[in-house]
């Protein structure tokens, strides 16, 4: 008798390729009586993924409509590759696909944002690197000092629209250009992004040392930008990495 891990590959190969790829000798009741079943299965499996982009765009599907929203949904379903994809990364092309289809600006932008929530919803736990942190260190630490993203964290710039619906939900005023998502604790917090915040934050791809962010010669903006990233909880301490000082 085969396995349960190598009949889950088997079914999963049928349902994704077609009934020429069912084991002859997989199931009883003939290849009839196979098939049938792996078509209640893939309707199973169909309407979880359906499901589970219901659950991960809320907001996307209020502005699309349930019926714009479900159509769109189907046919990214049926995109080379998706299907593959566990429940929990169903979404990760989500958004580019609503652009591919001409979808409203409003939509392609709500759904970028609650992608990168929930990315920052789900990531692991690490200590924020705090302001407290930076006032604590002494000269010969700040040089050894090198911080980069929290993995809790990500930058999405958005459209006036997006702007305007989030800053109401969110009870904070978004007016710059992008938004800044981080979860230094356990609450998911949303902030204004000024085109310096965003700049510096892009720098951060790679560890950078504090001390090369703060040279006397650096700029006041660029000063204020690390500062606020820091007060989000966008930044955590890293071993290793950066250019020295």
């Known amino acids: 008798m085969p396995s349960l891990e190598t009949g889950q590959r088997a079914m999963m190969r049928a349902i994704m390729h077609g009934p020429d790829h069912v084991p002859a000798a997989m199931f009883s009741g003939g290849r009839a009586a196979a098939l049938r079943g792996l078509a209640v299965h893939a309707n199973t499996i169909s ?11 809320p907001r ?5 409509g349930d019926a714009g929203f479900n159509r769109l949904s189907r046919s990214y ?15 990760a092309q989500f958004a580019e696909h609503l652009a ?39 000269e010969a630490e700040l040089l050894d000092l090198v911080i980069r993203r929290h993995p809790a964290s990500a930058l999405v710039e958005l459209g006036e629209a997006a702007l305007v619906q989030l800053s109401e939900e969110c009870e904070t005023r978004l007016t710059s250009p992008a938004v800044l998502i981080t979860r230094p604790e356990a609450e998911v917090l949303v902030s204004p992004a000024n085109e310096a915040a965003s700049a510096m934050f892009r720098a951060f791809a790679r560890p950078q040392a504090v001390c090369n962010l703060l040279a006397e010669d650096a700029e006041p903006e660029r000063e204020n930008a690390l500062i606020a990233l820091i007060a989000s909880g966008a930044l955590a301490r890293a071993k290793e990495g950066g250019e020295p000082c």
């Open 77 to 91: 379903l049926d995109r080379p590759g998706i299907s593959a994809l566990p429940l929990a990364m169903i979404g």
């Open 100 to 138: 591919d289809y001409d979808a409203a600006a409003l939509a392609v932008d709500l759904a970028r944002f609650e992608w990168a929530w929930l990315g920052c919803y789900h990531a692991a736990d690490e200590a924020a690197f705090t302001l407290a942190d930076l006032a604590g260190l002494g």
């Open 47 to 57: 309407h979880a993924r359906l499901v589970a982009l219901e659950d991960s765009f």
């Open 60 to 64: 996307t599907r209020e502005v699309m």
